[in-house]
């Protein structure tokens, strides 16, 4: 059985409150406590996140984590301007980071292959994890990292805003029923991801060898390639999604939270066939379907009307009061601060971020086996199909394995 590491943070809140044991994940601190944090991965999202954060009182940077050293001193220099001191320290080594005990709360902004390693360490360290989209690289990595931040009582919110940060009362209305029951919708984003064969260069003056082995992590091992530490990685299917879980998580997300469909999953996924089927359809056990494409961003058709960009409004004003939404101030970077201090789940809580990347996933797995899916959406299988059961998952090099 695996014992929580009580972070300082809640070791204070305990003992000020007379808590004896492991009380702390039922707490609620005060509402003025600071809440240390580090980020890793500040590439271009990751330092972007970093100084979102940082524009909340609350939140006290003091250390930054990533194996370029550029970015990582970029990063440190960020912060230390911003407290007007030097006190954040700089790694290369993600667990030197966890292995604080002064840390509550860690960023993760690494490339994609690296999310799910790091929430689970993150979490069996006692920290509570901000991780970017898309969360995780396969279907079991999700279930994985739902399954660790239960375990050890963890906050944790994916990083799609656009959820609702794009569609102003779009969600609301639907939610609330102002096209009647929703039928179908369309959601455009990027294709499946390929095979890197990037071409060998040199490592930039600075970086070591130890350190690029380090970026690789659970990847399979590959020569080094600039574009791959200057957020190129995306197309490649060793390290992501493309771009159906790049633009994928917020657009099915979005999609998928509208419609209420934010906890389940389809039963049918169906590859186009450039005949009968034109999109990649996900159908949802309640008949709904979801395609990929027909539209520039996100099209709702209801029994009632329709909802797409550039098209009136419903008349029926939106009526979903009960519809969940943001905790705090701040969008989705308040969202995750006041989880982090009440403990409830964040909007974009890892169930929900798990299912939107599954679906992601299952329509790359579609795409690359050019034929149709059963999936079962409770025990999170393939139904009949042995050869895409096995896309559900994928091996990582040693020494890095999900425990």
């Known amino acids: 059985m ?43 999202q990751g330092t972007g996140d970093m100084g979102g954060f940082m524009s909340f009182p609350e939140v006290q940077m003091v250390a930054v984590c990533d194996v370029v050293p550029e970015h990582r001193e970029q990063a440190r220099k960020k912060v230390n301007a911003r407290y007007k001191n030097e006190d954040c320290k700089a790694y290369s080594d993600f667990r030197e980071v966890l292995a604080r005990d002064d840390i509550d709360a860690v960023l993760i902004g690494t ?27 396969t279907v079991r990595e999700g279930r994985a990292m739902v399954d660790a931040v ?41 294709g499946p991801p390929g095979d890197c064969n990037l071409p060998e260069e040199k490592l930039p003056a600075g970086m070591t060898p130890e350190e690029w082995e380090l970026w690789l992590g659970p990847a399979p091992k590959r020569p080094f390639h600039t574009s791959l530490i200057k957020g190129g990685f995306r197309p ?59 539209t520039k961003d996100i099209r709702y058709v209801g029994t009632e009307g329709e909802l797409d960009r550039g098209a009136p409004r419903p008349a029926k004003p939106p009526r979903a009061s009960d519809m969940p939404t943001y905790k705090g101030r701040g969008g989705i970077f308040g969202d995750f601060l006041a989880c982090v201090k009440s403990r409830e789940k964040c909007f974009r809580d890892i169930e929900v971020a798990h299912r939107t990347c599954t679906v992601c996933h299952l329509g790359n797995i579609a795409y690359a086996l050019k034929r149709p899916l059963k999936y079962d959406p409770v025990k999170e299988e393939i139904v009949g199909d042995p050869e895409a059961a096995r896309w559900l998952d994928r091996p990582k090099r040693e020494p890095w394995a999900l425990s």
């Open 111 to 137: 490339p994609d292959h690296w999310h799910a390693l790091i929430t689970i360490e993150a979490c069996k360290a006692g920290k509570d994890v901000y991780c970017e989209k898309p969360e995780s690289l």
């Open 2 to 44: 695996s014992t929580h590491h009580p972070t300082r943070r809640e070791a204070l809140v305990a003992a000020a409150a007379g808590l004896p044991g492991l009380a702390f994940a039922q707490t609620r601190p005060a509402a003025n406590e600071r809440i240390t944090m580090a980020t890793i991965g500040t590439g271009g």
């Open 236 to 294: 490649f299917r060793d390290y992501s999604g493309g771009g159906m879980t790049d633009w994928g998580a917020h657009r099915f997300g979005a999609a998928m939270f509208a419609t209420a469909h934010h906890l389940t999953g389809p039963t049918d996924v169906t590859p186009p066939d450039g005949k009968d089927v034109k999109h990649l359809t996900f159908t949802f056990p309640d008949g709904m379907k979801m395609y990929h494409g027909g």
């Open 150 to 190: 239960r375990r050890y009582g963890r906050v944790f919110s994916g990083g799609s805003q656009r959820v609702l940060g794009d569609y102003g009362d779009w969600p609301r209305l639907v939610w609330g029923g102002s096209i009647g029951t929703v039928k179908e919708v369309y959601a455009d984003c990027g």
